[in-house]
């Protein structure tokens, strides 16, 4: 195998640990913990960032650590949030759903029902405490996480391809067909520091992660 395919669990788990905080940023942040939670997290993740660079991954996770400690008022991170996601906008523009966000128009489309039966595939349910639909932005980026977090656990064992070629048929067929253009546009609307700089950095992140991705399934299918 290349020296460049030998992914060590180290490096799954920071994967998957970015995928875990840019879902959590997708999201609403409710309370004061979850914003704690989230500052804790992204200093864990820029402590680790050594291990993205000896993978040729160029991702400065400053300015958002800098983002974050800088929020001072909660609400008014929630009403940009509201802002952003929940006020509709002409053509679905900023939908958190892949279903609308890709021109379906309608939400539970089939773009929903494709993502949903990927979670089924690797034996996941949408929880009961998310109240959101299966190809929510957040759904989608935690179940990145997911499969990143089972890859480092199966990394000695021969199904550990089971979730690399799921990572990649998940992003090429799903995720990269919307995701970066929805941070695009929160990128365009936010009103909040951490709304402006969090799209920059999601999206630079994918796309590294992407071609690392399809890299990998490419010299496995040979």
């Not at 008014?76 to 892949?98: C, G, M, R, T, W």
Request: proline letters at 3%; hydrophobic letters at 45%; glycine letters at 4%.
């Amino acid at each position: 195998m290349n020296a460049m395919f030998q992914i060590s669990q180290e490096f799954a788990l920071v994967r998957a640990a970015f995928y875990e905080l840019f879902a959590m940023l997708s999201n609403y942040i409710a309370t004061e913990d979850d914003l704690a939670w989230t500052k804790q997290k992204i200093k864990v993740i820029q402590e680790k960032g050594g291990v993205l660079a000896r993978n040729g991954y160029r991702i400065d996770v400053k300015p958002l650590v800098d983002a974050l400690d800088s929020i001072s008022d909660l609400e008014e991170v929630q009403a940009d949030y509201v802002n952003l996601f929940d006020i509709p906008k002409p053509n679905h523009a900023l939908s958190p759903f892949e279903s609308l966000q890709r021109g379906e128009g309608v939400l539970l489309g089939q773009q929903t029902k494709e993502v949903q039966d990927y979670y089924l595939e690797f034996g996941l349910e949408i929880s009961d405490g998310f109240n959101e639909l299966p190809d929510h932005v957040t759904a989608e980026l935690a179940f990145m996480s997911f499969l990143c977090a089972e890859e480092a656990k199966a990394l000695s064992q021969e199904h550990v391809w089971h979730y690399q070629a799921g990572q990649h048929h998940f992003l090429n067929n799903h995720a990269m067909k919307w995701v970066p253009d929805l941070f695009a546009k929160v990128l365009e609307h936010s009103r909040t520091e951490i709304y402006h700089v969090f799209p920059d950095i999601v999206n630079n992140f994918l796309v590294q992660d992407f071609d690392l991705v399809t890299a990998r399934f490419l010299r496995g299918q040979q």
